[in-house]
C-alpha cells in the first residue's frame, strides 16, 4: 500500500513546493513591494525568507524522501534541491544581509557585493524552481 501512495504523495509535494516557490516570486513579493513603503517592504520581506526558505527545504525534504519510491534520481536531484535552500538560508542570506547593511553604511564595495550575492541567490532560487517543476512532470508522467 505505501509502495503506491509514494508517487502520489512525491508529486504532491513536489507540486506544493513549486506552487509555493511560483506564488511567492510571482505575486507574494511583488505586491509587498507595490503596496508598501520601500524601506518597510525590505524589512518586511528580509524577515520572511528565513522562514521562505525553511518551508521550501522542509517541503523538498518530505518530496526528496517520498520519490525513493519512484526514482532514486529523482529523488536525489529533491534532496540536492533542499540542500540548496538550506545552503541559501544559512549562507547565502546572511552574506547578503551584511553586504546590504554595509552598502547602507556607506560602503561603495558592499554595493557590488550585494548586487553579485543577490544575483547568485536570484539564479540559485529560479534553478531550483526550473529542477522542481522537471520532477513534477516526470513524477506525474511516471
Known sequence: ??????????????????GGMTFFAALFAPAVFIRLPADTAGAFIRGFFPWYYLACAGVALVAGLAMFGVSSIDAIAMLANA??????????????????????????????????????????????????AVLVVRVGTA
Not at 1 to 12: D, E, Q, V, Y
Not at 105 to 120: E, Y
Open 1 to 18: 500500500m505505501l509502495s503506491t501512495l509514494a508517487p502520489a504523495f512525491a508529486l504532491l509535494a513536489a507540486a506544493l513546493l513549486f
Open 83 to 132: 540542500a540548496g535552500f538550506v545552503v541559501a538560508r544559512q549562507i547565502l542570506m546572511p552574506a547578503i544581509n551584511r553586504a546590504r547593511d554595509a552598502q547602507a553604511a556607506g560602503d561603495r564595495a558592499a554595493g557590488r557585493r550585494f548586487d553579485r550575492l543577490h544575483r547568485a541567490s536570484v539564479i540559485l532560487n529560479f534553478a531550483q524552481l526550473v529542477a522542481t
